[in-house]
């Protein structure tokens, strides 16, 4: 899952994981439009959407998680952020743990990096 720091869609490529800041924090309830997230689920000619419950993370939470999705390892991220890799590994636990209380199965980096999709938290193409 590597790609280029800062490849946000409509952001400055410039921009790595230490300025995710003045991002927009989201995953909270919305999508960055307002809207509650949804999938469209296909059941035989019926189209429905199914919404998901999110769990509320903090802007910091929000900016460790898209970090450590588009890094390697923690160690990464933990220099990226100047803090130490055990610090990344606490929000993390506690990422997952806010995932877990409201239903939504996050226990390995292949399904944050859904939860994340899911919630507009990240998009495919940063990825």
């Known amino acids: 899952m590597r790609t280029t720091e800062g490849s946000r869609p409509g952001g400055d490529p410039s921009r790595g994981c230490a300025e995710l800041d003045a991002a927009p ?14 999938t469209v689920i296909r059941t035989g000619t019926t189209v429905r959407s199914r919404d ?15 970090c ?3 890094s390697d390892s ?15 590994k606490s929000h993390l636990h506690r990422i997952r743990g806010k995932y877990e ?13 859904a939860r994340a999709l899911q919630d507009g938290i990240l998009s495919l193409e940063e990825l």
Do not use: D, F
């Open 52 to 66: 998901y419950q999110r769990p509320t993370l903090s802007h910091r939470e929000i900016e460790v998680l898209r």
């Open 101 to 113: 209380a409201v239903g939504r199965n996050a226990g390995t980096k292949a399904s944050l990096v």
């Open 74 to 88: 923690k160690t990464e991220v933990s220099g990226k952020l100047h803090v130490a890799p055990g610090t990344i």
């Open 25 to 38: 924090a989201r995953g909270g309830g919305t999508t960055a439009s307002g809207r509650p997230a949804a």
């Open 68 to 70: 450590w999705l588009l």
